[in-house]
């Protein structure tokens, strides 16, 4: 029905933070504005992919109110979807994307050991 609005709301968060830390400067090895963006795309990526299918299967329409549950009478339910699905494919793809960062620092720890070994 609606779960990809979740993910695409967190996309939105992590935009506006991604912009706010661009601001901020340069940092060394990765910055945290360009791991946060690594997060901004998964979210918008997973969230037009979730949005297409449910375009596929008829659950968004191209006249308002845009989805076929709010349209029925359905909106208990598609909150219920967005509450449940949404959100755990949003906590999902952050926390993919917490390993992604771990994995980084200990790649950028285990390499600034090299060079300074040297």
Same mark, same amino acid.
């Given at each position: 029905?609606?779960?990809?609005?979740?993910?695409?709301?967190?996309?939105?968060?992590?935009?506006?933070?991604?912009?706010?830390?661009?601001?901020? @400067?340069?940092?060394?090895?990765?910055?945290?504005?360009?791991?946060?963006?690594?997060?901004?795309?998964?979210?918008?990526?997973?969230?037009?992919?979730?949005?297409?299918?449910?375009?596929?299967? @008829?659950?968004?329409?191209?006249?308002?109110?845009?989805?076929?549950?709010?349209?029925?009478?359905?909106? !208990? @339910?598609?909150?219920?979807?967005?509450?449940?699905?949404g959100i755990a494919m949003a906590v999902?793809?952050?926390?993919?994307?917490?390993?992604?960062? @771990?994995?980084?620092?200990?790649?950028?720890?285990?390499?600034?050991? !090299?060079?300074?070994?040297?």
């Amino acid at each position: 029905m609606a779960c990809f609005l979740a993910p695409a709301a967190e996309a939105v968060v992590t935009t506006v933070i991604s912009k706010a830390a661009d601001k901020k @400067g340069k940092e060394k090895g990765i910055s945290f504005s360009r791991k946060i963006k690594w997060l901004s795309n998964m979210l918008w990526g997973g969230s037009a992919l979730l949005a297409f299918e449910h375009v596929w299967h @008829g659950e968004i329409i191209p006249t308002f109110p845009f989805l076929t549950a709010v349209a029925e009478g359905n909106t !208990a @339910g598609m909150l219920e979807e967005i509450a449940t699905n949404g959100i755990a494919m949003a906590v999902l793809i952050t926390a993919v994307w917490v390993c992604m960062v @771990g994995v980084t620092h200990i790649l950028e720890k285990t390499d600034t050991d !090299a060079e300074a070994a040297r």
